[in-house]
């Protein structure tokens, strides 16, 4: 069966700190993979998403950005942390067959930004 | 932009009733789909929705689509305190886009 890993589970760092949230998944070959942002009481929404290794889609210009260096692996990074970053991210993956747009979460990071 | 919109926001309830939440949103669409996210994790999909078919069950969900008023409703029956949680819809925004716009989701508070 399939999983999904995100770490850490919550995270507080300094303004002006570099960031790196990975997200793994196992069970599954060529995901489509996804970042979000979810600030408090509100939806989520899409930084990033990917469909293959080196084809990220960068949705919101922001300080963030996403590597994919292995087909299952996604990180999401960060130079220098601002206030502004602080939130819960969640990494989903979906597949690419014919269930392609159901996504399956992480149980997302809560990043404070201090 | 944002394709869902669910209401209510919130939504409490005591348990054994059912609760009803809705979801519009403005483009055509191929699926509909809803999530559910206990506080502080990740979502869960719960029921997705072609845009060909108008109800669906599961188990003590049922969700209906009106692809005429861009709009669809999620019902929970005979409502559980471990129900409580936050629902989103879902649509794939375009049409057959890798990518899901997610409504602002409604808090759901069932009462034991």
């Known amino acids: 069966s399939q999983t999904i890993h995100q770490w850490p589970a919550t995270l507080v760092q300094p303004v002006g700190s570099p960031l790196s949230l990975e997200c793994t998944v196992e069970g599954t070959s060529n995901p489509n993979l996804y970042w979000y942002r979810q600030a408090a009481g509100r939806g989520l929404q899409l930084l990033f998403y990917s469909i293959g290794i080196d084809q990220i889609s960068s949705e919101v210009p922001q300080n963030l950005s996403a590597s994919r260096p292995q087909d299952r692996q996604f990180i999401l990074s960060s130079k220098k942390l601002l206030l502004s970053d602080s939130g819960f991210y969640l990494c989903?993956?979906?597949?690419?067959?014919?269930?392609?747009?159901?996504?399956?979460f992480g149980a997302g990071t809560r990043l404070s930004v201090l | 932009s944002q394709q869902g919109e669910e209401d209510p926001q919130a939504l409490s309830i005591q348990e054994g009733e059912n609760a009803t939440m809705n979801c519009s949103y403005k483009t055509s669409i191929n699926n509909l789909q809803w999530y559910r996210q206990n506080s502080g994790r990740g979502l869960v999909h719960l029921i997705l929705?072609?845009?060909?078919?108008r109800e669906k069950h599961s188990g003590r969900l049922r969700v209906t689509l009106d692809t005429s008023k861009k709009s669809s409703s999620l019902l929970i029956t005979a409502s559980r305190a471990a129900d409580t949680a936050s629902y989103f819809c879902a649509t794939d925004g375009d049409g057959g886009s890798e990518k899901l716009v997610f409504g602002k989701g409604t808090k759901l508070t069932v009462n034991p």
């Open positions: 929705i072609r845009s060909n078919e």
């Open positions: 989903a993956w979906s597949t690419t067959g014919i269930a392609k747009n159901i996504q399956y």
